[in-house]
């Protein structure tokens, strides 16, 4: 191998099977097919407190519980955190599709990269701009990854019949925190991303190699639409990122 190789992210092995099968890590339970993903560890915490633990993940992290909520027409939602970053992200989602998982959506916290998202404005992601690395394991090389249609309608409707402001976009998926420059960010403008995260193009990725449904909204946090990152102390927004979360438990 050369420096004139290709980089690995971009090898092409995509129709083989990977040594270590979803599943061959240890789990505990099973979950209904209808998931939601919160990225919000206090609410993971406050439905903790009222509902039972029905399936255990774990990891190098620790354990990881799936809660079984009840919806109001007598079904169960598998609530999970997926953890941080695009390969924790895709190894629980990847663990709960073995466990029964059919459907899923996602809700977290997002950059805004444009001024006019305020605190809490709910972001519909309509595609991912794939700036890590999970993604091209499970999917061709490509810039972007699109949602998938029906998914984002969903999501649209549910925000839309609980009237939560809410606006469909594009998301720019990046690994590296403490790399996000002015320059990448006012790329990523230019090309249509209105806020920035860590896993939403993994997720995608992920779903749409396993042929699961999948969704994301991003509740609008902390911005680099300015000349200075504004942190707007949105991880103490903690009614408003229950009540999202509270939406789309009742929407399912």
């Given amino acids: ?17 990977g040594i270590i099968a979803p599943g061959a890590m240890r789990t505990h339970g099973s979950v209904p097919p209808d998931v939601l993903l919160c990225f919000f560890p206090e609410v993971m915490a406050a439905l903790a407190q009222e509902h039972p633990e029905i399936a255990t993940l774990h990891s190098e992290n620790g354990r990881s519980p799936v809660l079984g909520v009840p919806t109001t027409d007598g079904r169960t ?80 409707a549910a925000l839309h019949a609980a009237d939560v402001a809410h606006t469909v976009g594009r998301t720019w998926t990046t690994d590296a925190v403490y790399r996000e420059t002015r320059t990448r960010t006012d790329r990523r403008r230019e090309e249509g991303c209105l806020a920035v995260e860590m ?10 190699f396993r042929g699961v449904a999948f969704s994301q909204v991003l509740f609008a946090g902390d911005s680099l639409a300015g000349e200075q990152w504004d942190h707007r102390r949105w991880t103490t927004a903690r009614e408003a990122r229950a009540a999202l979360v509270d939406v789309l438990l009742s929407s399912r």
């Fill in 199 to 208: 896993e939403a193009s993994a997720l995608i990725a992920v779903a749409r």
């Fill in 77 to 156: 939602v598998a609530v999970a955190h997926p953890g941080v970053g695009a390969p924790m992200a895709a190894v629980t989602l990847e663990e709960l599709i073995v466990l029964g998982g059919r459907r899923f959506t996602a809700v977290g916290g997002a950059g805004v990269l444009v001024p006019e998202l305020v605190l809490g404005h709910a972001v519909v992601v309509s595609s991912a701009l794939r700036d890590e690395g999970t993604s091209f394991h499970y999917l061709p090389a490509g810039r972007v990854v699109e949602a998938d249609p029906e998914g984002v309608d969903a999501l649209v």
């Fill in 1 to 17: 191998m050369t420096d004139a190789d290709p980089i690995p992210l971009v090898e092409d092995d995509l129709d083989q099977p």
